[in-house]
């Protein structure tokens, strides 16, 4: 099930952004009902920061 990213939604979540112990780095999601801990390796966690700097860029144009 897709969600639509431009849904606005009141769920509070917190998330944590680290390196684990085994060499991989670790996005952590947290809400009152989820605990979502996501492990990529250093070059994905690379490109998703790519990613964000690309998003954050067009974000400040419109």
Do not use: H, W
């Not at 979540?13 to 492990?39: E, F, K």
């Not at 920061?49 to 067009?58: G, H, P, Q, T, Y």
């Amino acid at each position: 099930m897709k969600k639509d990213i431009n849904k606005q939604t009141d769920t509070v979540a917190d998330l944590q952004i680290g390196p684990t112990n085994q060499g991989m780095v670790r996005i952590y999601v947290t809400s009152s009902s989820i605990d979502i801990p996501m492990d990529f390796s250093p070059e994905e966690a690379r490109s998703i920061a790519d990613e964000l700097n690309a998003s954050a860029l067009l974000a400040e144009k419109s």
